[in-house]
């Protein structure tokens, strides 16, 4: 499914851009077994696409973030795929692990910036949309151990 930006750019996205996920601000996380929850840090959204050895960091307007996040590109980079897109969030974290948004924006913040990666959306020209979260992200879970140990 194609998303739009409820807050119109005056970027133009890749042709096929595919939005990242923009969580709501709710009072309480809905309850149940049905729903999985993440911790929204002060960040940038972006979708991470990776093809071959070339990697391009999407916010979800559309700005490349790529020159913007070195160390989120490398670490994309070094993935054991030829290809894949990533939903995510560029994050500087402080010293006590919590976010850290004015340092994002400076250019040592972002230097620094992980990726802290919620779901894989397509690996290795397969989109992987239609299959259920937890798989995905179990795919995205092997892909970081596997870079770990290398």
Not at 47 to 75: M, Q, Y
């Amino acid at each position: 499914m194609w998303r739009t930006s409820l807050r119109p750019s005056r970027r133009t996205p890749p042709a096929g851009f595919i939005l990242p996920c923009q969580p709501l601000l709710v009072d309480r996380p809905p309850a149940g077994s049905d729903w999985l929850h993440e911790i929204k840090h002060d960040c940038y959204r972006i979708i991470a696409c990776k093809e071959g050895s070339r990697v391009t960091l999407w916010s979800r307007h559309g700005t490349n973030f790529t020159d913007r996040l070195p160390k989120v590109a490398e670490a994309v980079c070094s993935l054991a795929a030829d290809s894949a897109l990533i939903d995510g969030e560029a994050v500087t974290f402080r010293s006590d692990g919590h976010s850290d948004f004015a340092a994002l924006r400076t250019k040592a913040g972002s230097a620094r910036a992980c990726l802290v990666a919620f779901d894989l959306l397509n690996l290795n020209g397969e989109d992987l949309r239609q299959r259920p979260l937890e798989e995905r992200r179990d795919e995205l879970r092997q892909r970081r151990r596997q870079h770990r140990v290398q």
